[in-house]
């Protein structure tokens, strides 16, 4: 039988208490992990939103200079898919 800090056989009763409590702390770390995840993909939607919204607001104020840069960002994403492609040969 287990026997418990004090050197006293450990009975059913105290195994089954034991085995409730830590089940109680398991599903209260797995309840708090989910509610953080949960959080945390709130703030990541109204951060993306507030992303596109500003940017939507910089193409409108500004288009030629929104453009260029969709132009370089292009560019530079297709220089770096061409020499991932030569590089893999």
């Given at each position: ?16 208490h034991e085995v409730s409590k830590i089940r109680s702390r398991v599903t209260e770390a797995v ?59």
């Open positions: 039988m287990l026997a418990n800090a004090l050197g006293k056989p450990s009975t059913v009763e105290n195994s089954l309840e708090d992990g989910v509610r953080s995840a949960s959080q945390a993909i709130r703030h990541s939607r109204r951060a993306a939103e507030d992303a596109i919204e500003d940017a939507k607001h910089t193409v409108k104020r500004r288009p030629l200079e929104a453009m260029g840069t969709l132009f370089a960002a292009g560019v530079l994403a297709g220089t770096f898919f061409t020499w991932i492609g030569f590089r893999r040969r």
